[in-house]
């Protein structure tokens, strides 16, 4: 069984927690990891872009010249892809990129990447995370205290605290996040994860009693 300090505000030890990360999922399938992070990355992307066909394009469509005896190579018209100010060959069009997982394989997807994180030692647990109102000055202390600063961060708290978001929003490098809101991408990405005792413990309750490794 593997043991987390369990740190305060301060960076003072004052509790262990003891998981493994097969507590989360039984095996790292690192396919349906990337599927998962291509899915969502994918469902990110606008697809609004648009160029012009030939077809298209402003010109005339008449002949440049005749088709021999000028020593030059046959050529069409100025609309030609080859030519300068011609349209696009495989002109782009709009389109939808989006697609989706089963609901289960995206769920094990996301306790695959945090059982991932906990196994390399990228999770730091923190007693309890609340501000009475929103304290810019005081999360960042908060986050140099642990010793945190420096690399991409993930706050992660049990249930959505909004004095908390708003007091880590404007940080650089780092995002904030309820545990209904953690995913394959946004659990991989930062160096590390900064979690309350409760968030983890909510990951814990969602585990299915028999969690099938991915297929």
């Given at each position: 069984?593997?043991?987390i300090?369990?740190?305060?505000?301060?960076?003072?030890?004052?509790?262990?927690?003891?998981?493994?990360?097969?507590?989360?999922?039984?095996?790292?399938?690192?396919?349906?990891?990337?599927?998962?992070?291509?899915?969502?990355?994918?469902?990110?992307?606008?697809?609004?872009?648009r160029?012009?066909?030939?077809?298209?394009?402003?010109?005339?469509?008449?002949?440049?010249?005749?088709?021999?005896?000028?020593?030059n190579?046959?050529?069409?018209?100025?609309?030609?892809?080859?030519?300068?100010?011609?349209?696009?060959?495989?002109?782009?069009?709009?389109?939808?990129f989006?697609?989706?997982?089963?609901?289960?394989?995206?769920?094990?997807?996301?306790?695959?990447?945090?059982?991932?994180?906990?196994?390399d030692?990228?999770?730091?647990?923190?007693?309890?995370?609340?501000?009475?109102?929103?304290?810019?000055?005081?999360?960042?202390?908060?986050?140099?205290?642990?010793?945190?600063?420096?690399?991409?961060?993930?706050?992660?708290?049990?249930?959505?605290?909004?004095?908390?978001?708003?007091?880590?929003?404007?940080?650089?490098?780092?995002?904030?996040s309820?545990?209904?809101?953690?995913?394959?991408?946004?659990?991989?990405?930062?160096?590390?994860?900064?979690?309350?005792?409760?968030?983890?413990?909510?990951?814990?309750?969602?585990?299915?009693?028999?969690?099938?490794?991915?297929?």
């Open positions: 069984m593997a043991t300090n369990i740190l305060d505000r301060t960076g003072k030890q004052v509790g262990t927690y003891d998981i493994e990360p097969t507590d989360l999922a039984p095996r790292i399938n690192k396919q349906l990891l990337h599927d998962a992070v291509v899915m969502y990355q994918a469902n990110q992307r606008q697809g609004t872009f160029t012009k066909s030939r077809a298209e394009v402003a010109g005339t469509t008449k002949k440049m010249y005749r088709q021999k005896g000028t020593g190579a046959r050529a069409g018209s100025r609309r030609s892809p080859v030519r300068r100010g011609g349209g696009h060959t495989f002109a782009k069009r709009p389109r939808d989006s697609f989706r997982l089963p609901r289960k394989a995206l769920q094990l997807a996301t306790r695959m990447a945090l059982a991932s994180q906990l196994k030692g990228g999770v730091v647990l923190i007693d309890d995370l609340k501000f009475d109102a929103p304290k810019t000055r005081e999360m960042a202390t908060l986050i140099k205290a642990l010793g945190l600063t420096g690399n991409s961060l993930l706050v992660t708290t049990a249930d959505l605290n909004v004095n908390v978001y708003k007091s880590a929003r404007n940080i650089d490098r780092v995002e904030i309820p545990v209904s809101g953690l995913n394959a991408l946004n659990v991989l990405m930062p160096k590390r994860i900064l979690m309350t005792k409760a968030a983890i413990e909510a990951v814990r309750a969602n585990v299915p009693k028999k969690a099938d490794a991915a297929s």
